[in-house]
């Protein structure tokens, strides 16, 4: 084997395979795994101007969603959008947990596929919906808790339409990424079982 052949294969056993998805799917994104644990969390990328994906496959690990929907304080009534919503975690876990109807918003047909699969194996399609969409045009308005994990640069486009669209009283979590110079009105930090720190932002909408 080559040392190339090599290194593919070590990055393949480190990473793993939803990083190898994410890239061949986003083409342009170049992750790092996190220096402490080796874990794909997402850390530094590079995005390409011209793609549609503004961020890669890197799925959330429950203990993470869970302090994401606290800290948002999702309560009847709500209504959960989730940007680029992966496999659907996020929005099945705030329908299953707190009742509230969720929507997610993702890009990629095999995950939106994946995702739809998963609601129906939750018995939630009455009260989740996948919707295959581009997060840059969607419409904002019906949320009243939004979610992300996306990228700086990607929450830095979404942010203009996120302050104009949402009502009063929404609120916005974002797993890992500021908002550039919108400062956050809550920061919170965990060190989840696999020794990654996360750190979440949340955003209450005033105006
Ligand atoms: C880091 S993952 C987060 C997945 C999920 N929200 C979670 O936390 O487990 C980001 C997701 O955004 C999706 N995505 C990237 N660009 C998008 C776009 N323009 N419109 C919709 N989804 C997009 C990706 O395909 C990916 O599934």
């Known amino acids: 084997m080559t ?3 090599l290194v593919i294969v070590c990055l ?6 939803d990083w190898l998805v994410s890239t061949k799917a986003a ?8 220096g402490r644990s080796g ?33 948002a304080e999702v309560r009847a009534g709500d209504v959960v959008y989730d940007l680029g919503s992966g496999d659907g975690r ?16 993702e890009i990629r047909p095999d995950l939106v596929k ?8 939750a018995g939630l399609e009455h009260l989740v919906e996948i919707r295959e969409e581009d997060i840059r045009t969607i419409d904002l308005s019906p949320a009243t808790v939004v979610t992300l994990y996306l990228y700086p640069s990607a929450n830095l486009r979404l942010r203009s339409m996120i302050m104009r669209q949402l009502k009063p009283g929404s609120r916005v979590v974002s797993h890992q ?3 550039g110079t919108w400062k ?21 909408i005033t105006k």
Do not use: C, H
């Open 90 to 105: 996020i929005v099945i876990t705030a329908a299953a947990r707190y009742g509230v109807k969720a929507v997610g918003f």
């Open 177 to 179: 990424f500021t908002m």
């Open 27 to 34: 083409g342009s994104f170049v992750l790092k795994e996190d």
């Open 39 to 71: 874990r794909p969390a997402i850390l530094t990328a590079r995005a390409d101007e011209e793609s549609p994906y503004i961020a890669p496959y890197v799925p959330t690990p429950q203990e993470v969603i869970d302090r994401m929907l606290q800290l």
């Open 114 to 121: 994946r995702s739809r699969e998963n609601i129906k194996e």
């Open 12 to 17: 393949a056993l480190v990473v793993g395979r």
């Open 3 to 5: 040392w190339i052949g």
């Open 184 to 204: 956050p009105d809550q920061v919170d930090q965990i060190t989840d079982s696999t020794g990654i720190v996360r750190t979440f932002y949340l955003w209450r």
